[in-house]
């Protein structure tokens, strides 16, 4: 059993960063792959990117490569999400989650366990 819990969201202007955390409770933490989902308001849930267990791996959607990155910190059990050149339309509320195995996968039905969310809003 994993329970999750984020933190770190805020208003920020946009060109603007933020950095999110994840903090998972449970053990092993480090055999699950971690995915962040984000909800734009109004709008389906979506994938923004995903980290292996071990870090090393990542997987980013391409409305968020080249300006968000993944990191993780085993040992304390957290998982960290970079935003950097923040944009209005990065608005949402964000998810991590988590699912064992090793596959980055960008389906959230894979994911089995989920944080509450956090928000993020970016003004122009």
């Known amino acids: 059993q994993v329970q999750l819990v984020e933190s770190g969201g805020g208003l920020v202007q946009a060109g603007g960063s933020l950095r999110l955390s994840c903090a998972a409770s449970g053990r092993f933490f480090s055999s699950y792959v971690v995915g962040w989902f984000r909800r734009p308001p109004g709008k389906e849930r979506e994938f923004v990117l995903a980290i292996s267990g071990s870090g090393t791996t990542t997987s980013y959607a391409d409305s968020v490569k080249d300006r968000f990155t993944a990191s993780r910190d085993n040992a304390g059990n957290t998982v960290f999400l970079q935003m950097n050149s923040l944009k209005p339309e990065d608005t949402a509320v964000y998810y991590c989650?988590?699912?064992?195995?090793?596959?980055?996968?960008?389906?959230?039905?894979?994911?089995?366990?989920w944080g509450q969310g956090t928000q993020v809003t970016v003004s122009s």
């Open positions: 989650a988590a699912k064992d195995g090793t596959i980055l996968s960008r389906t959230q039905e894979r994911y089995v366990y």
